[in-house]
């Protein structure tokens, strides 16, 4: 930024003397100061300071301080400038409520919509500021601005609430806020993206240009943010970190996010499932768990994103959790297991046994597989349930999504190298510990017995399925067997299709007989696997334009999805969901966006005046500020 030949940076600990001295000079406190240089901006004219503002955050409050302007540089709009800055970063960074301290200049902060009150009402963390505790003096005025208002909806106009924060959720909340519906976004995690990171470290097979939303990219732009590289293919950590913490640092996003924050259950307000007449009318009322205590939220629409992470399918071929599964669940891991970091050591010279034919089984082999070559005492084996494999292995070099081809064909590569036992068309019924060891039971592809002794640790990769007890007062309409949205059953179903192309699929597929909620993103899909981010992100679009009553634009529905190559004619070999056939492109594990580095704009910067009290005119030998 430059005003004529004045430029604003940030300011860096080398700058301190010459901050300290223009403190000084306005007597303006240097308490604390010098501690929270890194919220504080400069301006220069050349390399001299010429200015200064700064802030101290503490968590969602900050106390601007330290607003100083060179004399011979007053009223050309440095301090104006220098203060604006420190305000928008403030709102990027999610600070709600800024406060000063001043003795001189409180109608200069009024331009800014600073408004006086009381000093015994400034926040405890405050009151325990050097500023508070006496570096200004008790005279100073107290004057606060609000910067993200709470998520208050006007009267009779309740929030939609979007259920999930993860990338579905987030593009869902921003197709809603750029239509300028109140928005509510619960999160049962500490993060946005939160199942994203349980697998952080697996490299996704769509790149950066099917991982990020439309509109989360338009609303991020003025910031400055930068679109990741199109091509290049994402870390699932590196989504959350470079698409969706930069999205929910927005201040309008962060205004709307309530993290940690579980949904336990959704009903109709003064409606149970059966009663029909007026229903329609009722809000939603959404019961959560927040500091485990339950609270209950109304909305007049509920977009369902939660996923299906949290519900991993257990190992037993009929669904069930095979015999024993649960007592030997300290030896299981239900997902994809870092085992080239924090669990390597858990893995390193034992005989591990991956279950699930899917990409999460794939990247666990490999893994594992990279592991045993480190340390060659670790045995490595794979069960799967069917007994063809073509789609296991994929589409090799006809997948459109080049990373999707590969990670088949070098599964197949790595059973073929002989490097793994197999069982193919094993279907497992019990587990047992026998003699310090796994022992897993089965049925092979004949019908006769088979047994596997002697397995350290099991991962199981057999896929996801939804949680339904969140909506069991709902009316909801879905797939018998896939437990998808029913209009969604026959497109995807793994028994009728070894194709990744979904039919483009909008609002009214996504409904249920329970007008006002909807289901999106890998839980629209319920147990098929073949569930692609970009998939999501055309769901939200629709489904805000209809909550918008845009239906022209919520009936547009447009899909390009990638190819997997392995596109058959007719029925597929075998229906097998675990862990995500190579049909489309998998659960959303394998399938979302790119790599890191944290796109969340620098903090904010920001003072009280005088350290002594007395008028402005009377010029007082302290400022605050
Ligand atoms: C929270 C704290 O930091 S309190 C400490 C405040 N700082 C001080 O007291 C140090 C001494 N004062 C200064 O350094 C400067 O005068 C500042 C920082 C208050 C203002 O900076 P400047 O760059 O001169 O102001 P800027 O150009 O942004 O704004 C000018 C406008 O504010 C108004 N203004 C400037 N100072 C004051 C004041 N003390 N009270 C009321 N209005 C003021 C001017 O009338 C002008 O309005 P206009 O544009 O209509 O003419």
Request: with cysteine; proline share 7%.
């Amino acid at each position: 930024m430059s005003l004529n030949r004045i430029s604003i940076r940030q300011a860096g600990a080398a700058d301190w003397p010459q901050i300290s001295a223009l403190l000084a000079a306005n007597k303006l406190p240097l308490d604390a100061a010098q501690a929270h240089l890194n919220h504080y901006v400069l301006a220069l004219s050349g390399s001299e300071v010429v200015g200064t503002a700064g802030a101290e955050v503490y968590g969602d409050i900050a106390l601007l301080r330290s607003v100083a302007v060179a004399p011979g540089l007053h009223r050309q709009g440095v301090g104006k400038a220098m203060v604006g800055l420190i305000l928008d970063e403030a709102r990027r960074r999610g600070i709600r409520q800024i406060y000063l301290l001043s003795v001189t200049a409180p109608e200069y902060f009024a331009q800014f919509g600073f408004k006086r009150g009381p000093r015994e009402l400034a926040p405890k963390a405050l009151q325990a500021s050097a500023e508070f505790q006496g570096a200004c003096p008790s005279c100073a005025a107290l004057m606060s601005l609000t910067l993200i208002a709470d998520v208050k909806p006007r009267a009779g106009e309740l929030p939609v609430a979007v259920l999930g924060a993860g990338p579905v959720g987030l593009a869902a909340a921003a197709h809603l806020l750029e239509r300028g519906i109140t928005t509510m976004i619960l999160e049962a995690g500490p993060s946005v993206g939160s199942n994203l990171l349980d697998y952080g470290h697996v490299r996704l097979f769509s790149p950066w240009r099917y991982d990020v939303d439309a509109v989360m990219a338009k609303m991020l732009a003025p910031t400055g943010w930068q679109a990741p590289p199109a091509e290049e293919l994402p870390l699932a950590r590196e989504i959350v970190e470079r698409v969706l913490q930069p999205f929910a640092a927005l201040p309008q996003v962060t205004a709307a996010l309530h993290l940690n924050t579980r949904v336990i259950a959704i009903s109709r307000e003064g409606f149970d499932k059966v009663k029909t007449v007026g229903r329609d009318k009722a809000p939603f009322v959404i019961r959560v768990e927040r500091d485990g205590q339950a609270v209950e939220l109304r909305a007049r629409a509920v977009i369902d994103a939660t996923g299906t992470w949290g519900q991993q399918n257990p190992i037993g071929s009929n669904g069930l959790p095979a015999l024993g599964e649960r007592e030997l669940a300290d030896a299981i891991f239900y997902g994809i297991p870092d085992v080239s970091g924090p669990l390597r050591e858990r893995y390193a010279g034992k005989r591990t046994l991956v279950v699930g034919a899917g990409h999460s089984a794939a990247n666990a082999l490999l893994a594992l597989a990279d592991l045993a070559t480190a340390e060659p005492r670790s045995r490595l084996a794979w069960a799967v349930r069917t007994p063809t494999l073509a789609r296991v292995f994929g589409g090799g070099d006809a997948d459109a999504l080049p990373a999707r081809g590969r990670l088949g064909s070098q599964l197949k590569a790595l059973r073929d190298s002989g490097a793994l036992e197999f069982f193919s068309g094993l279907r497992i019924t019990a587990l047992k510990r026998e003699n310090g060891a796994i022992t897993v039971e089965g049925i092979d592809a004949q019908g006769q017995p088979v047994r596997v002794p002697g397995i350290d640790e099991i991962v199981s990769a057999t896929g996801q399925r939804p949680d339904l007890s969140l909506t069991s007062e709902l009316r909801l309409k879905l797939d018998p067997w896939l437990e998808s949205n029913e209009a969604l059953g026959p497109l995807i179903d793994p028994n009728l299709h070894s194709c990744g192309t979904v039919r483009p699929h909008g609002h009214r597929e996504l409904s249920h007989p329970e007008p006002g909620f909807y289901t999106l993103g890998v839980k629209s899909y319920g147990r098929a696997p073949t569930f692609l981010m970009a998939t999501g992100f055309e769901q939200a679009r629709s489904v805000a334009a209809a909550l918008a009553g845009d239906l022209e634009a919520a009936d547009r529905v447009e899909l390009d999805l990638p190819e997997t190559g392995v596109c058959s004619v007719g029925a597929a070999p075998e229906a097998d969901s675990a862990g995500g056939s190579c049909c489309s492109a998998g659960p959303a594990p394998m399938v979302a966006a790119v790599q890191a580095a944290s796109a969340v704009p620098a903090p904010a910067k920001g003072g009280c005046g005088p350290k002594s009290c007395g008028t402005a005119a009377a010029a007082p030998a302290r400022c605050c500020g």
